[in-house]
């Protein structure tokens, strides 16, 4: 007599979903040369770095030179602080060590960023060392470089932050936050907000914190918020909740009706950080932009709003009261 299988056995079965595992690989499978081929690289994806270290970065120079010796990458960020990015291929050293420390004068860096897909005890220390007994505004990075895969899937990179200041993303913030409400950007910010609510006067009850970079509309029948955004290389628009939501929260949620969405608005679900963003690239610093920009922003923002309740009609997201929030 054959026993039919209980729950137990016939668990298994069910479990026949295949995992890969992620593997490190050398380096060099990606780039065979430092100055010739990873620097160029990370030149042109600082938007990855800037994710590791939480500091928007903008390029400013490659190879730039301070007496016989030439600093990898000079970048930028928000509040013009300058960045020194020193980057190997190899197992740090002495030598880069040195190089930083002379660039760091040389070039008047304030936030220093050392990458290198391997780190030796006694330079992690170091780099320690110089966060516990510099002042502000320095700021040292130790970030590993890593190159994984899973099978036989291309290569993909990663930045691991091994040491940095004490309380950075906390600080952080409050720079950014300090640097929206006053200065020349949060004026020039203001100003745009303001030609952008006479230009499209429904506007006028939406949320801009003063000197805000971004001015919100709540879309209360799905319970989220679509979020225009003012930079000084473009305007854009995402959807995000409410005070306190994560993104991911919101990128889970809108994940099962994602063909639908961007089949109405394009866009790009897979981005973790911003669900669904889209944006138009101006040179924002030119007041000439603007009129093109209100009016891409203020179309967007409508057919966002209108995507949503079409796209996800009684499916709320959450019950929670949507809020402003301080950029």
Do not use: C
């Amino acid at each position: 007599m054959t026993t039919p299988p209980t729950t137990m056995d016939a668990a298994p079965a069910a479990l026949a979903t295949q995992f890969g595992t992620l593997e490190d690989v050398p380096v060099r499978l990606g780039w065979g040369h430092e100055a010739l081929n990873f620097t160029p690289w990370l030149a042109a994806n600082l938007d990855r770095l800037s994710r590791a270290i939480n500091v928007p970065l903008s390029l400013v120079k490659v190879e730039e030179r301070v007496g016989r010796y030439a600093a990898d990458i000079l970048a930028s960020d928000p509040n013009g602080r300058r960045v020194l990015i020193e980057n190997q291929l190899g197992v740090s050293d002495h030598g880069h060590l040195g190089q930083i420390l002379t660039y760091l004068t040389g070039l008047k860096a304030e936030i220093i960023v050392w990458v290198a897909p391997d780190f030796r005890d006694e330079h992690l220390s170091a780099v320690h060392w110089l966060n516990e007994n510099t002042k502000d505004p320095f700021a040292f990075f130790a970030v590993q470089l890593r190159l994984v895969r899973i099978g036989d899937s291309l290569m993909a990179p990663l930045f691991d932050v091994l040491a940095k200041p004490n309380q950075w993303d906390r600080r952080v913030e409050e720079i950014a936050r300090s640097a929206s409400e006053s200065g020349p950007r949060a004026e020039l910010q203001r100003a745009f907000w303001e030609l952008y609510r006479e230009s499209y006067p429904a506007a006028a009850d939406d949320s801009n914190p003063a000197g805000g970079r971004a001015l919100w509309r709540a879309v209360p029948e799905v319970d989220l918020v679509v979020s225009r955004w003012f930079s000084f290389d473009g305007v854009g628009v995402f959807i995000r909740g409410g005070r306190g939501v994560r993104m991911h929260e919101v990128t889970d949620h809108l994940a099962p009706h994602e063909g639908q969405l961007q089949a109405l608005l394009g866009g790009d679900l897979s981005n973790v950080g911003f669900p669904m963003l889209s944006r138009i690239d101006l040179d924002m610093t030119n007041q000439e932009n603007w009129p093109t920009a209100a009016s891409w922003l203020n179309e967007q923002a409508e057919a966002y709003a209108g995507a949503l309740v079409k796209v996800l009609g009684d499916s709320r997201f959450s019950a929670r009261q949507i809020e402003p929030e301080a950029p």
